[in-house]
């Protein structure tokens, strides 16, 4: 049986490669390719599948001007707003995501940045950088107390319930807004607020899980800030284009926010630096799910998703 021709825009953990010589007729894998040189690979391989991820933007203009032979479209990624699904619908392509796999490894992230924006971490490890020579007092480079504190989680999906899992651990009341009330099984002891506006005022640590979607954009804006309680954190490892990052930073820097927690931005990787310049906020650069062992597992995932379709004309995870 020919192997599926399939061209990867995205380089791949090493633990990955085997399997595509094995079961796969691929081109790439190795090297990041941008979205110009995957189409022309495309074109060269006569494949029949791409794999992309979330550096890839799949606009409705490259799904347009994908070979007609292309019959599936696979990303690396769980969230896909990447990817125009109006046009790869109209266009009659598959659309695969890869749900589940990084779930545990996203959640541990969440609560790192709790940890680390409640700790002031930032300012410790920079302070530790520059040689720290003189003690603190008692009153003196005092973070907040995680334990116990209540936490709201704008988002219930399975990354917001394994935050919530965690955070249990820290004997944290857990809140969440969510489009659907869970039920009883999954929401366990979480209380449930049909709008974000009516649980903002009771969360002392926000958590975003929501995806991004015009529905969400900006969604935690100036009020949605000033309805925060004074001295409250933020974390966010969702996707920047939840945050109005003008009014964000306001919020910081009179410190109505007690800190930030950020793995994601509007502009990646071209984040507003004035992030950068403020103490009370810790970041890392979209890394959530960057373990071996998770990224290792999204391409597999991606990988079985077009072995299934193109052995039997059904993915696992499709989208459209």
């Keep these: 049986m020919q192997k599926p021709r399939l061209v990867i825009a995205p380089?791949?953990?090493?633990?990955?490669l085997p399997r595509l010589g094995h079961a796969f007729d691929a081109i790439g894998g190795k090297d990041n390719l941008t979205v110009e040189q995957a189409l022309a690979a495309l074109h060269q391989h006569?494949?029949?599948?791409?794999?992309?991820?979330?550096?890839?933007?799949m606009t409705a203009e490259i799904i347009a001007r994908l070979p007609a032979r292309i019959k599936i479209l696979a990303t690396v990624t769980v969230g896909y707003d990447h990817i125009d699904l109006i046009a790869a619908r109209a266009r009659g392509l598959v659309v695969t995501n890869t749900p589940d796999v990084l779930t545990d490894c996203t959640a541990d992230m969440a609560m790192l940045l709790i940890l680390a924006a409640s700790r002031r971490a930032a300012?410790?490890?920079?302070l530790m950088r520059q040689g720290w020579r003189l003690s603190f007092g008692m009153g003196e480079f005092l973070g907040r107390r995680v334990t116990g504190k209540r936490l709201g989680i704008f988002g219930m999906g399975r990354i917001?319930?394994?935050?919530?899992?965690?955070?249990?651990?820290?004997?944290?009341?857990?809140?969440?807004?969510?489009?659907?009330?869970?039920?009883?099984e999954l929401e366990l002891d979480a209380r449930y607020y049909p709008t974000l506006n009516s649980m903002l005022p009771d969360c002392d640590i926000l958590s975003l899980h929501a995806p991004s979607a015009a529905a969400t954009d900006r969604i935690i804006d100036a009020h949605a800030l000033a309805l925060l309680p004074e001295g409250a954190i933020l974390v966010n490892t969702a996707r920047g284009q939840l945050v109005d990052e003008a009014?964000?930073?306001a919020a910081l820097q009179s410190r109505h926010l007690f800190a930030a927690g950020l793995?994601?931005?509007?502009?990646?990787?071209?984040f507003d630096q004035r992030f950068a310049a403020l103490p009370n906020v810790f970041l890392t650069p979209h890394i959530g799910s960057a373990t071996l062992e998770t990224r290792t597992a999204m391409a597999m995932r991606a990988l079985d998703n077009v072995a299934a379709f193109c052995k039997g004309g059904q993915a696992i995870d499709a989208l459209c």
């Design 11 to 16: 380089s791949l953990p090493e633990a990955v």
């Design 46 to 57: 006569k494949a029949e599948a791409l794999l992309v991820s979330h550096r890839h933007k």
């Design 123 to 126: 300012e410790a490890d920079q």
């Design 160 to 184: 917001g319930r394994a935050v919530a899992e965690r955070a249990r651990g820290f004997k944290m009341p857990i809140l969440y807004c969510n489009r659907h009330r869970l039920p009883p």
């Design 247 to 249: 009014a964000l930073l």
């Design 263 to 270: 793995d994601v931005f509007r502009d990646e990787p071209d």
